[in-house]
Structures are given as structure tokens and as C-alpha cells.
């Protein structure tokens, strides 16, 4: 009995363990500290990004923005990550970021809680979209603030985008029109 025990349990922390097949698989905490189940988000392009208030390439929140706003809705949306692992460009807490976001570039896109994309503290999410182990696709590493995720509609992972492109680039944007 008590090996069937044992082998239920193993088998229930396997699952939950490695069972992040998909970035459909995860909760998250938005920025207002809220669960953020990115199951909801099946049936759409998602373009994940880690964000940064301090940093040059935070102007790239107004293209997010535009994108967002030409583009959002039932097919596609943009998540940002903020994060503060890059030379400390994101030192504000969640409510912070929310009113520097909003106040400087309108951003209504869904913004989750600063997390980190890197290092020993990396986020689950972070760490399915940069391992292929996880992922399925492809290795890659978060090199700076800005860098995006492009996720299909099932979500998987199907192409990473250095921080320097921006969001309205043109191989993005054919992306989502597909």
C-alpha cells in the first residue's frame, strides 16, 4: 500500500513538475497581484515581453502599444514581464510601473507582476520559454530588457526576437497577421 502510495505521489509531482507543455499551463500574478491564468489566453497569438522603465529601449512601449491597439483582441495580445535584471532598469514596484506606464505611453495591454527572466531566481515562465527541455523549440537566453516570445495559438513557442527589434517590425507583424 504504501509503495501505491508512493507511486501516486511521484507520479502527481512529475506532472506538476514537468507538465508545462505549453505557456497555456501557467498562472501567473498580474501587476495588481491578481491570478493570471494564461490558459484564458488559448486560440491566440501571444507576444511575451520583459519590460523595463529605465532602460533605451523602454520607448519600445509606445510601438507595443500601437501593436496592441491595431491588433489586440480575439486573435492576438501582448504580455509584459517587467523585470529588473538588467543593470537595474526596473527598480519601481508593480504600482510604479502601472502609472509610469500608463501615464507616459497608454499602455492597456496585460502587464503581470516584475518577476525575473534570468539567473538562479528565474521565473517558471521564463524558464519554459528559454529551455528547450521545456519548451520543446528552442534554447535562448533573456540578453536585455525588451526581448520578445512569440507564442501560437496552442501555446507554443515559435520564434524569440532580440530586444533591439521592435515590436512593429515587420517579420512581427506578418507574424500576427498570418
Known amino acids: 500500500m504504501k509503495k501505491l502510495i508512493l ?74 514581464f517587467p523585470a529588473n535584471n538588467f543593470a537595474n532598469q526596473e527598480p519601481k514596484s508593480n504600482s510604479e510601473i502601472v502609472a509610469f506606464c500608463e501615464m507616459n505611453y497608454g499602455v492597456t495591454f496585460p502587464m503581470m507582476s516584475k518577476i525575473s527572466v534570468k539567473g538562479d531566481d528565474m521565473h517558471p515562465v521564463y524558464q519554459w520559454l528559454t529551455q528547450k527541455s521545456k519548451n520543446g523549440k528552442q534554447d535562448s537566453e533573456v540578453g536585455w530588457n525588451f526581448q520578445k516570445y512569440l507564442i501560437d495559438e496552442n501555446g507554443k513557442l515559435v520564434d524569440v526576437i532580440e530586444p533591439k527589434v521592435k515590436p512593429d517590425d515587420a517579420k512581427i507583424i506578418s507574424w500576427i497577421t498570418l
Do not use: M, R
Open 7 to 80: 507511486i501516486n505521489v511521484l507520479l502527481f509531482v512529475g506532472i506538476i513538475a514537468f507538465g508545462q507543455n505549453s505557456l497555456h499551463d501557467f498562472t501567473v500574478k498580474d501587476i495588481e497581484g491578481n491570478n493570471f491564468d494564461l490558459s484564458t489566453l488559448k486560440g491566440k497569438k501571444v507576444l511575451v515581453v520583459n519590460t523595463a522603465s529605465k532602460c533605451g529601449l523602454t520607448p519600445q512601449f509606445e510601438q507595443l502599444q500601437s501593436v496592441y491597439e491595431t491588433y489586440g483582441g480575439d486573435d492576438f495580445v501582448i504580455i509584459g
